[in-house]
């Protein structure tokens, strides 16, 4: 079955500090994994995702398959980095996305 | 980047009644749009996927005579959740991806509230 799990609801660091977002998943064959992101009042719009390994806004993620893991990380923590954080996986075959549950993500200053 | 936009953003119908959803994506043609539905502090459930042409595809546990999806033309889906209940009170997203497939672009979302 195809699953995304992030463990944590609530993660709160302050400014500064080091920020890792977990996410898991389970998916039998080459999954596209995604991460989203919906700050206050605003919709959900993509942050990053594995096949580009880019940098978005300081955060990157790598794709691990051994683990099966894509957690999202970023060096020094904002605070405008404050915001649900949701990591995705992608069927390949019909396009649609299984989200995880969501990481608020809570930087104090 | 593409903009996907739902109307309403905001709905309070009583019980018994039907609501209608619309999706639209604003400058670029959607064959595929997706309906999610969103409880308070939850995630994202994917309820179907709505095809231009064609019926949509329903996920397990959804009614589709509850929930019917129109897609009648590339930049335009609905949904329209029929004799709603109290219990159909939520938060209701579309998206819609682009024909290369690379991201799916978010409506706004509609809040519905069922009295």
């Known amino acids: 079955a195809q699953r995304v799990t992030q463990p944590e609801k609530l993660l709160s660091v302050f400014k500064g500090a080091p920020v890792e977002l977990k996410c898991n998943y389970s998916?039998?064959?080459?999954?596209?994994l995604f991460w989203y992101v919906q700050y206050s009042r605003q919709r959900l719009q993509l942050l990053l995702r594995?096949?580009s390994r880019e940098s978005i806004k300081g955060f990157t993620a790598d794709l691990n398959k051994g683990e099966t893991s894509f957690h999202l990380k970023k060096p020094f923590a904002q605070e405008e980095d404050s915001a649900m954080y949701y990591c995705?996986?992608?069927?390949?075959?019909?396009?649609?996305?299984?989200f995880g549950q969501g990481t608020t993500l809570q930087v104090k200053p | 980047g593409a903009v996907v936009s739902q109307h309403p953003s905001r709905v309070i119908c009583k019980s018994g009644t039907s609501v209608k959803i619309e999706c639209r994506s604003l400058?670029?043609?959607?064959?595929?749009m997706f309906w999610y539905r969103q409880f308070p502090k939850q995630s994202l459930m994917l309820m179907a996927t709505?095809?231009?042409?064609?019926?949509?595809?329903?996920e397990q546990g959804v009614e589709k005579d509850k929930f019917l999806i129109n897609h009648a033309s590339l930049t335009l889906s609905t949904l329209t959740v029929t004799s709603a209940h109290p219990e159909d009170s939520s938060f209701y997203i579309c998206?819609?991806?682009?024909?290369?497939?690379?991201?799916?672009?978010f409506g706004q979302g509609t809040r519905l509230t069922v009295v």
């Open positions: 998206s819609a991806r682009n024909r290369a497939g690379t991201e799916a672009f």
């Open positions: 998916y039998s064959g080459s999954p596209e």
């Open positions: 594995h096949i």
């Open positions: 995705a996986l992608s069927s390949s075959n019909t396009g649609k996305l299984i």
């Open positions: 400058d670029f043609q959607a064959t595929t």
């Open positions: 709505s095809n231009e042409g064609s019926k949509a595809t329903y």
